[in-house]
């Protein structure tokens, strides 16, 4: 069997496992917010001046919405390189947290293909995962689950995403496309408040976003971030530090 016959039986065999399909199941409900958001921030890249080709690299190198999204206002004003990529370094700051817990689960993987989990891994598609596999340890199924969700997640930004670039001059926003955008964003932002620290993290970034708002090259946004990213891990270690005095409390209490 060729080396290309043998990628395709492989490919073919990840989605036929039923974790793969379970993945892409977990992200349809998501999957049309994502896709609204790629669809104006297609549009966006455009309103700002790049030409389609540098938009369409942008979308499949930089797959990062939140980030890019974040950037578009800078860049349109003409702020310093160093602001834009300050800006898209402290909105992906997650990912290293993401990364630091999928360890858990891949870090057996060979280091290429852990690479490319890496540039396919999203806020919705840790949400689900982690949902689906509480545990972390490796555990059969981890893999596919991850594939049928990334899948879908990326289809769902990109094509949405292309769409919006190649049609930007025939869609006027009179549309009202930003506001889309927004209620998008709103409802996967929601759709990963579980927690109290993630609460908390979002009415700090709220506050601390409309507080700033007068600095310029939309620097509020630098402020929000760093409010949000303190308050959360300050919560955080405030809830293992009370769980860990809950678990020294129980033997003495046990009679």
Known sequence: MSRWAAK???????MDDPFFRLGAQDMVGTGLGI??????TGVAMVKIGLSAPLAIVMSLLVY???AQLSVLPLMAVGAPLWVVWLTASCVNLRFVIFSSMWRSYFAH????QRIVLGYFSGDVIFVGFMQRFPEPQPAPGQLAYFWGAASLNWLAWQIPSI?????AEAIP??????FAGVLALLGVLLSMLNDRASWLATVVACSAAIAAYALPLKLNILVAIAAAVTAGLAAEAAERALRRAQLR??????P
């Open 109 to 112: 993987l060979p280091r290429r």
């Open 163 to 167: 769409f919006g670039i190649v049609l």
């Open 8 to 14: 395709r039986e492989q490919l073919r065999s990840l």
């Open 35 to 40: 896709a609204a958001w790629g669809l104006v």
């Open 249 to 254: 409390q129980q033997p003495e209490e046990t």
């Open 173 to 178: 926003l009179s549309w009202g496309l930003g």
């Open 64 to 66: 990062a919405g939140s």
